[in-house]
Nanobody, 125 residues
Framework: QVQLAESGGGLVQAGGSLRLSCAAS????????MGWFRQAPGKKEREFVA?????????DYADSVKGRFTISRDNAKNTVYLQMNSLKPEDTAVYYC?????????????????WGQGTQVTVSS
């Protein structure tokens, strides 16, 4: 069982930055692929944002955030991060952290087994 808790969301102006954190419980964190997804207002589906391999050696990003967002992890702290720079109003969403038992980086929500409660990110124009 893995429990995930996101933090770091808030209100920021366009062009600004935020750093999201996701703290995980349990001893299996280092064996899990970790991902970030987001759900924009009025959207039913959660959109893939970024994912990172268990050792942090491989990452993947949605085209919409490449070059602006960076995912990283600290296995000693059981924490994964999402550094978000050059934020745009269209980045406004609830951001979710997720954990997968897959052995490769995965980008679809159904491949993730555990989810956090989400943290709101609002970018004003």
């Amino acid at each position: 069982q893995v429990q995930l808790a996101e933090s770091g969301g808030g209100l920021v102006q366009a062009g600004g930055s935020l750093r999201l954190s996701c703290a995980a419980s349990g001893r299996t964190f280092s064996r899990r692929v970790m991902g970030w997804f987001r759900q924009a207002p009025g959207k039913k589906e959660r959109e893939f944002v970024a994912a990172i391999m268990r050792t942090g050696g491989s990452t993947d990003y949605a085209d919409s955030v490449k070059g602006r967002f960076t995912i990283s992890r600290d296995n000693a702290k059981n924490t994964v991060y999402l550094q978000m720079n050059s934020l745009k109003p269209e980045d406004t969403a609830v951001y979710y952290c997720a954990a997968s038992s897959k052995i490769v980086v995965v980008t679809t929500s159904y491949e993730y087994d555990y989810w956090g409660q989400g943290t709101q990110v609002t970018v004003s124009s």
